[in-house]
């Protein structure tokens, strides 16, 4: 008998057992502190699991990381020698891309502009831009970030796309290398951060990075906060050189009450949940990858916590 340890504060394991016991019927599915024998433990679904939180269990043979990101897992000291996979899901890449689409259309049809004009009750016109008018740049073409392009091209947006390494994607301008950063930045009407936080882009968009957008952008992260240094990303904000933001990421989460962020009527806050693990789309997935990892097949969307990806 095998069992499958769960782990997350964030997601219902009542949910996601229900869904993964009809295909797993040779696994007991439980929570840590039900597990009876930390040797029948074969494979683990954890979000965020605590430091040590792998080492009673010396026979796991896979980990499934409850989400795309990895982050939670670089650096650790703690993780087995095990393959580790993400959460690759359709339905966690269309969620993430109606969340960006809405956030850039917001900016493109000049919303916050008319939000602000409501509240002091006065008619305010201003004549809709053409999308094709409206650099839209796309920073990480990793799954999430490509569809999120891809949907942007689809609505006309005139849409440029970055990454670290060379790639191609029909309908998007893209570039790479950190030698075309800042002039990828200086032809971005709207950023759009989607990049994995590794200890590569862990404060990539300084200060100084940020100064290269062009003057009045709007600033889109949904990616991770300590991607950007949220300083710099306030003080360009107060100035009006990034003139709007919708921040769903920060440095340090929960936002704390007393950040200024919250009191700057130019950002759009939300609680970290532009693109989260559907159970009822993604047990399935996960469920294969413990099919495989059982019959010692390779396992699908392997991750690499030392890269960050």
């Given at each position: 008998m095998s069992t499958l340890v769960f782990y997350s504060e964030f997601d219902s394991f009542e949910e996601w057992s229900a869904l993964l016991a009809p295909h797993l019927p040779g696994v007991t599915i439980c929570r840590a502190e039900t597990v009876q024998d930390p040797d029948d433990v074969h494979y683990a679904l954890a979000w965020k699991p605590p430091q040590g939180f792998?080492?009673?269990?010396?026979?796991?043979?896979?980990?499934?990381?409850?989400?795309?990101?990895?982050?939670?897992?670089?650096?650790?000291?703690?993780?087995?020698?095990?393959?580790?996979?993400?959460?690759?899901?359709?339905?966690?890449?269309?969620?993430?891309?109606?969340?960006?689409?809405?956030?850039?259309?917001?900016?493109?049809?000049?919303?916050?502009?008319?939000?602000?004009?409501?509240?002091?009750?006065?008619?305010?016109?201003?004549?809709?831009?053409?999308?094709?008018?409206?650099?839209?740049?796309?920073?990480?073409?990793?799954?999430?970030?490509?569809?999120?392009?891809?949907?942007?091209?689809?609505?006309?947006f005139d849409v440029r796309g970055w990454s670290r390494s060379p790639k191609e994607i029909a309908g998007i301008r893209c570039s790479s290398g950190l030698g075309s950063l800042n002039d990828f930045l200086s032809q971005s009407d709207i950023l759009v951060v989607m990049l994995p936080l590794t200890p590569q882009t862990s404060g990539l968009l300084s200060a100084e990075r940020l100064a290269h957008l062009p003057q009045g952008a709007a600033f889109i992260n949904v990616s991770r906060g300590a991607i950007v240094d949220q300083a710099a990303l306030t003080a360009a904000l107060r100035s009006g050189q990034i003139a709007e933001a919708t921040l769903d990421v920060f440095d340090r989460e929960p936002l704390p009450p007393h950040d200024p962020l919250w009191r700057l009527d130019n950002v759009l806050i939300t609680p970290h949940l532009a693109s989260v693990a559907l159970p009822a789309s993604a047990a399935r997935q996960v469920a294969e990858n413990i099919q495989r990892a059982a019959r010692g097949e390779p396992v699908l969307n392997q991750v690499f916590p030392a890269r960050g990806y």
């Open positions: 792998f080492a009673p269990y010396r026979h796991l043979r896979l980990l499934v990381n409850l989400g795309a990101g990895v982050d939670s897992l670089v650096g650790r000291d703690d993780l087995p020698e095990i393959p580790i996979v993400r959460l690759s899901d359709p339905d966690m890449a269309r969620m993430m891309a109606s969340y960006v689409l809405f956030a850039v259309l917001r900016y493109a049809r000049d919303i916050p502009a008319f939000e602000r004009a409501q509240r002091e009750q006065r008619w305010h016109y201003l004549h809709p831009r053409a999308p094709s008018g409206i650099r839209v740049g796309v920073l990480g073409l990793g799954e999430l970030g490509a569809y999120a392009a891809r949907e942007l091209a689809r609505q006309g």
